[in-house]
């Protein structure tokens, strides 16, 4: 009698939510790596510099990781800004290590 191995297929695509969690914490290493990892008072950086979606930035501030602050005077376009929270600040320096 001859056995077969069955194996099952693995190249199921990601969920979007697995795929933006995983992208919000990208995110999270670039604002972590950009303050330096020194400060523990929020750095701002232009959300603009850091090149990301707004659904991997949405993300992140769901899950409480970042907050955005608008800046902008009369006349002029907004600016958003975004710093890590503590909670963003311990999962990054959990995941580098």
Known sequence: MVRRTVIPPSNKPARTGEVLDVAARYLLYKLYDATKATSPAPSW???RSLGEEAATIGRAVER?????RDEGNKGKAK???????????????????
């Open 64 to 68: 409480g990781w970042i907050v955005i």
């Open 45 to 47: 950086h232009s959300v």
């Open 79 to 97: 600016e958003r800004w975004a710093a890590l929270t503590d909670e963003g600040r311990a999962v990054a320096r959990k995941g580098l290590r």
